[in-house]
């Protein structure tokens, strides 16, 4: 256990005793503990693993690398269809996860030994998403623009591709896009 990660269990209000569980689990498995994105992160090496996380209608245990993981149980989720390597387990209270530990120790220890392989995720690249015609519009009226998004890390390319696409709406891509030209230009991601 690190001293430093604490907090974050006992500030809980909602989760407490299943992150706790959680916790338990995972520092049985002989993982180094640390805090990461605010939340308790638990790392092989210099390798993150799992990540114990809370939200409103659950909590979860989401492995970085799960999609390279055998899920014979059928547990592991993707969270959205844009995720491309981390899966979570999700629980809703005590007895789904203790019913689970056993299963969860070996999915943490099938997860290290991707770690010691090397094994990556084949990511998507972002030359394969699609762009919205709108600024593919203005890629093409904007040289200046077009030269400055395809400088940008493809994570940052993949960022925006995934924000403008995401709306429905064609005045809603327009006025994402303009708001975005700025950040572009300046060689900036999404969120920096």
């Known amino acids: 256990m690190n001293p430093k990660v604490d907090f974050y269990f006992t500030k809980a209000t909602n989760w407490q005793a299943e992150i706790n569980e959680l916790r338990n689990i995972v520092l049985d498995c002989h993982l180094a503990e640390e805090l990461k994105w605010g939340s308790p992160c638990y790392m092989f090496g210099k390798s993150n693993i799992v990540l ?20 014979p149980k059928g547990i592991l989720i993707q969270q959205t269809e844009n995720v491309q390597a981390a899966r979570q387990v999700r629980f809703t209270n005590l007895q789904q996860i203790k019913k689970l530990s056993a299963t969860l120790k ?13 094994l990556k995720v084949p990511l998507k690249k972002a030359t394969e998403y699609a762009i919205p015609e709108e600024f593919k519009t203005k890629l093409d009226k904007q040289p200046k623009l077009k030269k400055a998004f395809y400088a940008l890390t493809p994570g940052r390319q993949r960022g925006y591709l995934l924000h ?3 709306a429905k709406q064609a005045a809603t891509r327009e006025s ?12 900036k991601g999404l969120n920096d």
């Open 176 to 187: 994402r896009i303009e708001k975005c030209i700025p950040s572009i230009l300046d060689g």
């Open 106 to 118: 070996t999915y943490i220890f099938e997860a290290v030994k991707v770690e010691e392989a090397g």
């Open 164 to 166: 403008f696409s995401q």
């Open 52 to 71: 114990i996380h809370v939200f409103k209608e659950y909590c979860a245990l989401l492995f970085f690398k799960g999609a390279l993981l055998k899920d």
